[in-house]
């Protein structure tokens, strides 16, 4: 089974920033196409960023050009640089990982944009 742990979320003032961090267990984490999902309070659960084993992108449009989504596979973590953050990016952020068939979840980190 493997683990995700997310970390780095907080309370942040809109047009701040934050570096989310998700570390994995296991072995094969260079395997993985490696995503971020955020879902916001009464909201169904959406992507915000992908990256895959070849170190490719893909970003959900609201925050093209504002996140970046980074991997260090000699350290079995994927991260998320915020930046320019918005009240509409308050979310619970999920670490997701994808092999095959098989799919794992990390427990979640709140962000909170607030004045």
């Known amino acids: 089974q493997v683990q995700l742990v997310e970390s780095g979320g907080g309370l942040v003032q809109p047009g701040g920033s934050l570096n989310l961090s998700c570390t994995t267990s296991g072995s094969i984490f260079s395997r993985y196409v490696m995503g971020w999902y955020r879902q916001a309070p009464g909201k169904q659960r959406e992507s915000v960023a992908v990256i895959d084993s070849g170190g490719s992108t893909n970003y959900a449009d609201p925050v093209k050009g504002r996140f970046t989504i980074s991997r260090d596979n000699a350290k079995n973590t994927v991260y998320l640089q915020m930046n320019s953050l918005q009240f509409e990016d308050t979310a619970v952020y999920y670490c997701?990982?994808?092999?095959?068939?098989?799919?794992?979840w990390g427990q979640g980190t709140q962000v909170t944009v607030s004045s």
């Open positions: 997701n990982a994808v092999l095959g068939l098989m799919r794992y």
